[in-house]
């Protein structure tokens, strides 16, 4: 057996070893892969590269292709056309036995038949790891992940979240080159989700192992990765770090889904230096800073983040001089969402559209707020707008 | 209020029909068949000595008692013909049940990973041969197995054998016939296991380095014990009685206990010695009965 896997040595120090390429080194190249069941395109020519030591996102609706992906790089499934290099060997028809790299299941998957310390030593063992170094090992994973005591339990004599620590254990007890997590904390209360979600970077940044999650929840995703690759039907519609892909979406679908936004469609009227004048049919002219890619002179869309939008009684003063510095808008408050940290506005404007603003509750006591049917000013910056082909 | 004692009543019943069905048509008639295997034979009606009268009075009756002796049960240890029939029937019995499990396994598995609309309709064949009657099914046997049926005829064809093979009266027909009426008995409470069980088990068993037969034999396998326990069971404690398949199709040689049960109870009329030897064939099965039970007990514990 060739296997690398059972090795003593600790992460950091494998890190540097020849199996595991120096942190920001490419790991995994996805070339052109491509998966069909039956007539239904699942993923369609995805090419991806990541680095080692990235803790990679996927995401994306249901159906999107995203666990077709995942269960590829663990050899669940083979792909109909493509590459998938892993440390430079094309992997791609390898069976899931033979590949470096451990997955974290939906459910779990933990054997109901045995222990959390055989669970956990299951991977060992099939890699013939010595009897002494497996139970050295198991301890060190148990206590990584804070199962001490429970080490004799079944898996149905655990709760929930010990059940998932018990899986991730499992899961990082070989040292895989590459860790696949499908929708690893979907199954958790909101609460453990949060603190899971923590412990999970935590731990993937003290291993400096690389980890790729797929998940639907874009907060997750948020987050937890350094990178995010959006998919929709089968394809990788953006793949950009977290506050690109919410500040600079690269389409109108993925502005919507992620996160909340206002649209408004309209035509490109004229430019003036570094701003655009656009014209839309619910919100009047809108001035918005030139796109880094030139759009075309068709159809468009301006885009503003609800938090963007600032919400005043009787608009900005200070940069009222420059009619070009800022959007004013004046509208009438038609619904307030208060949701603790924030509250969201719902704002009709005189123009005809709809406006949401998301706005920080920043005093307790606020004898200010707005009340509704109150008349407002919302205004933005150029700036804080996004110019998408609509 | 009112509600609860609406539902009290049959619960309770449901809860002890179960005894007065042990009682009623388990306990009555083994009290029988153990009084008549602890009398002796005669030439009367019913065949056996002493009868309770109980309009005789209560000496007649302990008379009666005083006369009830073990010596059927002497006659069966020393006899080498129930020795041996009980010897022939538990080894009938293990063998076709490892022959059912090596066949029925890897059905059940087959079944257990078939599309869901696909593995109803596999049930149904599974269930089919039910539809028809057993012994006209084993006449079916005969029919295919004799010197010039149709299993001899396939063979001539296909010029593996240059004459009829002899089947019929040999154990391998007896073996054909067993495995082919137990099989569903096999088959569904193993499938029942497999298919409950969750397919990512076996994924998850690959991605952590195990080859397709460790996930067999470390995950599958393991997991399906219940089934296993199940199947085995209901096929090996009918199979130890079984009297219509031998009879018809294995040869005379060799008697299985049912066959030896069937003899002494109507042609040897000796209704106390065929007790004595239905007594001891429940002894005998009684150990995996009680295993079966504490199977299902330990099961009923686990929840699942």
Redesign the interface.
């Given at each position: 057996m060739t296997?690398e896997?059972p090795r003593t040595d600790t992460a950091a120090s494998a890190a540097g070893g020849d199996p595991y390429p120096a942190a920001g080194q490419p790991l995994l190249r996805i070339e052109g892969v491509a998966k069909t069941f039956g007539t239904f395109r699942a993923v369609d020519g995805v090419s991806l590269d990541i680095k080692a030591g990235e803790f990679f996102a996927l995401l994306g609706p249901s159906g999107c292709g995203k666990t077709t992906l995942l269960r590829m790089l663990?050899?669940?499934e083979a792909p109909d056309e493509g590459r998938i290099l892993l440390g430079g060997k094309d992997i791609a028809q390898a069976?899931?036995?033979e590949r470096p790299?451990?997955?974290m299941?939906?459910?779990y998957?933990?054997?109901?038949?045995l222990s959390v310390r055989d669970n956990i030593a299951?991977?060992l063992k099939?890699?013939g790891m010595p009897r002494v170094e497996i139970a050295t090992r198991v301890a060190e994973m148990v206590a990584l992940v804070k199962l001490e005591g429970l080490e004799k339990r079944k898996p149905?004599q655990l709760s929930g979240g010990q059940r998932q620590r018990v899986a991730l254990a499992?899961?990082l007890a070989?040292r895989p080159q590459l860790l696949l997590l499908d929708e690893p904390l979907a199954a958790l209360d909101k609460k453990l989700r949060e603190s899971t979600q923590g412990e999970l970077m935590e731990l993937q940044r003290r291993l400096g192992m690389t980890f790729i999650i797929v998940t639907h929840d874009q907060e997750e995703a948020m987050t937890m990765a350094s990178r995010i690759g959006v998919m929709k039907a089968g394809k990788l519609a953006q793949v950009a770090s977290p506050r690109e892909l919410y500040e600079a979406p690269r389409s109108r679908w993925i502005a919507e889904f992620v996160g909340d936004i206002n649209l408004f469609d309209g035509e490109s009227k004229l430019r003036d230096g570094h701003r655009l004048v656009i014209g839309t049919r619910d919100a009047g002219a809108l001035v918005v800073a030139e796109p880094r890619e030139p759009v075309g002179a068709g159809k468009l869309a301006v885009a503003i983040r609800p938090e963007k939008v600032k919400l005043s009684r009787r608009g900005p003063v200070s940069e009222a001089g420059r009619e070009t510095a800022i959007n004013r808008l004046d509208g009438v408050i038609a619904d307030i969402c208060y949701l603790g940290g924030t509250t969201t506005f719902k704002v009709k404007l005189d123009t005809g559209g709809m406006l949401q603003a998301s706005v920080a509750n920043s005093a307790r006591l606020d004898v200010d707020a707005y009340s509704l049917n109150q008349h407002v000013v919302a205004w933005f910056t150029p700036d804080d707008c996004v110019v998408l082909p609509s | 209020m009112s509600s609860r004692r609406i539902f009290a009543r049959p619960a309770r019943f449901a809860a002890i029909a179960p005894y007065v069905w042990m009682v009623l048509f388990f306990l009555v008639p083994f009290a029988f068949v153990l009084k008549i295997s602890l009398s002796q034979t005669a030439i009367a009606q019913p065949p056996y000595a002493p009868v309770f009268d109980l309009t005789a009075g209560w000496d007649a009756l302990r008379g009666a008692f005083a006369a009830l002796s073990a010596d059927n049960f002497k006659l069966l240890v020393s006899d080498d013909i129930y020795v041996f029939a009980y010897m022939r029937s538990l080894t009938v019995a293990v063998t076709a049940t490892a022959l059912l499990l090596l066949i029925g396994y890897p059905i059940a598995y087959g079944m257990a990973r078939l599309p869901k609309r696909w593995q109803a309709v596999a049930m149904v064949l599974v269930i089919v041969p039910f539809w028809t009657s057993f012994l006209i099914r084993i006449y079916a046997w005969i029919n295919i197995l004799q010197h010039d049926g149709l299993l001899n005829q396939i063979l001539l064809a296909l010029h593996l054998v240059s004459q009829p093979v002899v089947w019929l009266s040999t154990d391998t027909a007896m073996y054909i016939g067993i495995v082919y009426s137990y099989l569903p008995f096999m088959i569904l409470p193993l499938y029942a296991t497999l298919a409950k069980m969750e397919p990512a088990l076996e994924e998850a068993a690959a991605d952590l380095g195990a080859p397709p037969w460790q996930v067999f034999w470390l995950v599958i396998f393991p997991l399906s014990l219940p089934g296993v326990g199940a199947g085995v069971l209901l096929c090996f404690i009918p199979i130890v009685g079984e009297f219509v398949i031998p009879d018809l199709l294995a040869g005379s040689n060799a008697l299985m206990i049912g066959q030896t049960l069937w003899l002494e109870f109507f042609t040897n009329k000796d209704w106390p010695v065929a007790s004595a030897a239905a007594i001891v064939l429940l002894m005998v099965l009684l150990v995996p009965l009680l295993l079966y039970e504490r199977l299902q007990k330990r099961q009923l514990e686990h929840g699942r």
């Open positions: 296997d896997l663990a050899g669940f069976l899931p036995h790299v451990n997955m299941f939906q459910n998957a933990l054997f109901p038949h299951f991977g099939r890699a149905d499992r899961a070989r | -």
